[in-house]
């Protein structure tokens, strides 16, 4: 978009545009751009949705880009069966209040053979659970386009990552041969069986997406507010203890203090941090001030160097 | 000047105080800016100075990368480059192959940053960082003096249309802060931009590596510049202008959600619309007025450039993706011959006669290209071409079989831009920007286009009569 900031002069002034930004309206903007192009030029999108505080923010953005109509494609969550279980009652509320065309899809071969994070390893089971269920979820649906949450902050590899990133038949992503992205012209073109996946957050950073949602008050899951928990330490993470699916191993202890987590995904893979944070503007203050990167709770990518690129490369969202 | 202001202070002058970004600057957007430069101008150490000296790398990236050590120098300092390497390959070269964008921000401003590399051969790169930005930042080796990659960026980055250049005299403590040294490079790098036209330029002679005029300023050892340091330039410096022009919007999808709703969605290109106003349906030239503009947040008045927004008009009319809605006292260009200026993206390069899918504003449209002119980068003029080989600027025209619209890019961005696609690789070929109508041409041959399914074409291929004349049928694939 070349254009500065957009000014919607509004007739009401209480209405929700007079409250972003001039920077948060231009983020915005340039999303709903994109939801848009993907609509008008493929044939069956569908929308990641993995229940976090991005995937809000996407669902919020792909209302407002087609209102009044409803969103034109359904969303799909891959459920690892690992999942907070708050994650998961927060996904079906919200399924259900907005109406939403939602598909759950678990690997039935995962399921079947009983993974566990804790017993098969975070990198073997995020192959089969995340990245292959994925696989077989686009493939089941014949989706010719994906939008996801990504970020280019969240990490030194999505950071070359384009805004519609393109995939071979068998979901590939080749980081040498990326398509040219010039001004806001995506190119769309695929031949059959190729896909793209594309990222309307790009260009947001984890401040941008808590004061969207702020402004906007979208509803996300109450486990990213700190409250008293409990909890174990395991390889020096905060594992949240409040699900039958943790076993204790021997020498844990269960404890409980305030915590709170700054990204969600599988409850056993997903560390915890230690904070008051019990509002958003306190978590706005919180990462204004803080000193470590928002994905270093996540397990899978402390597994060895250059792990996200590897996860990418063989079709990890 | 006060004993105090001599002082070199230890750490940077601001902290992140936890405040969101101030929003009172001109139009509160962020800046975005590339920076262009090869390794060994010192590009990568500039940008992760840049990121450390504004404390935007979060502690646990800091830790690994003091435990990765300091090969590349001797000051204890962190190898700054490894910040910005992302994927593994390119760490195992020590070069950046490709575009990365990094976010950092001060209290003054926030910023992204496009990170392209300076080999030669990855024009692409450059010209996709410079199609989004607002600024260059042009790095210059003290020691090398201006090169003619630096010619060749500030040339791609003026025809992208970029207007303001910070020329960063890096490694100026190799030279001993030679004051003339600095001069020499300013002033031979003004002559050169004066002849590509329009460009406002700010240059800082400063040391990356030691952190010298990146956010704070050398005043011991640069004691003879009085100009802003880099993060000073970047903050003040102003967002791409908006376009003069008359209302624009592309339609890039129509909404049709039940019978009683129709509404055109698409963002505002240029100027603004209103409740009530006539706008005009290019290319066929229906009038039509706006009964409601409508977003989510309500209804609205009117809505200015860069706003995402659903037009409802007062009556039904026969509008689709691609066409466009302007004021109806100033139409864009419609014709079937225009000029342009173009970069070419792959190997293969462009040949004359060419025929592609072109991408603008919501349009997929086949078009046939000319070449006329290619630009010498060494030299600095265009010389007479018929082909344009890989990460070439060439001067072309391109001709549709039917009326279409654009503005000059130089009045509108979003209208008068465009892509190149193949239709055998569906790849991205060429950047384009729109000049202006040309001559209608005429190749003196007739024209056939039928587009076909697959089988109907073979049997079609397939006949005596056609396939006598086969050499005259060109072909080019659907997907």
Redesign the interface.
Known sequence: MTAAAARLQTTDDNSHSSRLSPHLQALENEAIHIFREVAAEFERPVMLYSVGKDSSVLLHVARKAFWPEPIPFPLLHVDTGWKFSQMIAFRDQTARDLGLDLNVHTNPRGAAEGLSPFKHGSSYFTDVMKTEALRQALDAGRYDAAFGGARRDEDASRSKERIFSFRSPDHRWDARNQRPELWNLYNGRIARGESVRVFPLSNWTELDVWQYIKAEEIPIVDLYFAKRRPFVLRDGMIILAEDERLELWPGEVRQEGSIRFRTLGCFALSGGIFSEAETIDDIIDEITTATVSERQGRAIDRDEAGSMEKKKLEGYF | MSLDAEILPLEPEFE?D????A?DHE????LRFLVCGSVDDGKSTLIGRLLWDTKSV????RAALIAKGSKQNDLSLPDFGLL??????EQEQGIT???????FQTPRR?F?VADTPGHEQYT??M??GA??ADLAVLLVDARAGLLEQTRRHAAIVHLMGIRQVVLAVNKIDLVGYDRAVFDDIELEFRAYAARLGEMAITAIPLSALKGENIVTPARENLGWYSGPTLIEALETAP??Q??GLSFRMPI??V???GET?R?Y??????GSVAVGDRVVVAPSGQTVSVARI???????????????V?LVFDRKVDAA?GDVLTAADATPLTGRDFTATLVT?QTDGLKDGARL?L????R?KRVRVSIDEAYDLGAGRWTKSTTLPVNAIGRVRLHFAEDAIFDRFSD???TG???L?SPKT???VA?GMIADLAETESDGKEHVTMSLPHDLAEFILGLPAVKARRSEIEIIPD?
């Open positions: 992140r936890g405040e969101p970004v929003t139009d509160g957007r962020r979060a502690e646990d990236h910005l390497d992302g994927l593994k390959a192959i490709d575009v990365a964008y990094r976010y926030a992204i692409r790169n010209a996709t199609s989004t967002t791409a908006l376009s890039q999808r909404s049709r959600p709703f509404g969605q698409g963002t505002v290109a240029a409508v977003t989510f947040d309500g209804d609205v008045e009117r809505a200015e450039a860069g706003a995402a659903t993706r993206l899918w991408k603008a504003a919501g997929m509108c961005r979003d831009a465009f892509i696609i569906n790849n991205t950047g997907r």
